[in-house]
């Protein structure tokens, strides 16, 4: 069964770059047909979807976190990433790292990562 682990920084700067790892076991994030993808919760609010990267490395964002967020990976370690710039207080959320099969059905979720960005 497929395992997700979120990992990171808890506490960020104001401004600086935010960067988690997603471990993923038990299956290859080049496996057909599954979307790897960063869901984050801000405290009190709904999820908010930030982006993906499919099983042939392509990516692709929420539009109104495009200008900030990178998601790559690395395949021989079975690794996603997730980059946002500039961060600011707002960004501070629980992150989860997602496996979906494709067709918007998100299938296995990480336990989440807290992630506070402070001055």
């Known amino acids: 069964q497929v395992r997700l682990q979120e990992s990171g920084p808890g506490l960020v700067e104001v401004s600086q770059t935010l960067s988690l790892t997603c471990n993923v076991s038990?299956?290859?994030?080049?496996?057909?047909?599954?979307?790897w993808m960063w869901i984050r919760q801000v405290r009190g609010k709904e999820l908010e979807w930030m982006g993906a990267i499919n099983y042939r490395g392509g990516t692709y964002y929420n539009p109104s976190l495009l200008s900030r967020t990178s998601i790559y990976r690395d395949t021989s370690k079975n690794q996603v990433f997730l980059h946002l710039i500039s961060a600011t207080p707002e960004d501070t959320a629980v992150y989860y790292c997602?496996?979906?099969?494709?067709?918007?059905?998100?299938?296995?979720w990480g336990q989440g990562t807290q992630v506070t960005v402070s001055s």
């Open positions: 038990a299956v290859s994030i080049t496996t057909a047909p599954y979307h």
């Open positions: 997602v496996r979906d099969t494709g067709t918007w059905y998100q299938d296995s």
